[in-house]
């Protein structure tokens, strides 16, 4: 029995990693810092205040991460006032989805930016509650953020099913006790860890009909 689906956002409704790969990679660049191998699949799903960090910390960047946070956050937002990343097809899953369950949105996106998205989509009425690991003590692969916005429906977790991109979004979702419904990035494949704790593995977004939910128990 599913009570309520939760969303992630970005790779999921925005083809935003694209955009915060190419914005924070230019940054640290910019700023004496040095990109790792494995830096872009460390970032996804961290919150704000833990990415900051890295940033300034681990990759050399010669600024605070206050002030890395403020001036990355600031150039994504510039990047969406021109044009929001939309993944084909997600508008309508969502509204599909959403005449049937609850919904919750549960993003590392900077609250701004979940605003932005929502509203270029105009989404914003369909989620029940929306919720940025910049409120959550941890970020994704923590399960902080899903067992807030399932607590702001009134849902119990196990009870929900949770929609993902990421190996850390995966692994926070699982984490939470959800069933997770897994549509990774085509530039992003899934660790397999993470992957073998995805109830669903789906193609594309445009997969996820109300039976595929339905279906899971």
């Not at 005449?99 to 900077?110: D, E, I, M, N, V």
């Not at 704790?197 to 193609?203: Q, S």
């Amino acid at each position: 029995m599913v009570d309520a689906v939760l969303f992630d956002l970005d790779g999921v409704i925005v083809d935003s990693e694209p955009v915060w790969e190419e914005v924070r990679r230019a940054y640290v660049a910019q700023h004496g810092g040095t990109w790792q191998p494995d830096t872009q699949r460390r970032l996804m799903g961290m919150s704000t205040g833990e990415w900051a960090e890295y940033l300034s910390g681990e990759l050399g960047v010669d600024r605070s991460a206050e002030q890395v946070a403020t001036e990355v956050v600031t150039e994504m937002a510039r990047r969406y006032a021109q044009r929001v990343p939309v993944i084909d097809g997600a508008e309508e899953v969502v509204r599909r989805i959403a005449a049937r369950w609850p919904l919750g949105l549960a993003s590392s996106s900077p609250t701004r930016l979940i605003a932005a998205a929502l509203d270029a989509t105009g989404l914003a009425g369909s989620f029940g509650a929306t919720l940025s690991t910049e409120e959550t003590a941890r970020g994704k692969p923590a399960p902080d953020v899903w067992l807030a916005v399932a607590g702001r429906l009134g849902v119990d977790p196990a009870r929900c099913v949770a929609v993902e991109d990421s190996s850390n979004g995966v692994r926070s979702a699982a984490a939470a006790g959800c069933r997770v419904v897994a549509v990774p990035h085509g530039s992003y494949p899934l660790d397999p860890d993470a992957e073998a704790l995805a109830t669903v593995l789906l193609p594309s977004i445009g997969a996820l009909t109300p039976a595929v939910v339905a279906g899971i128990d």
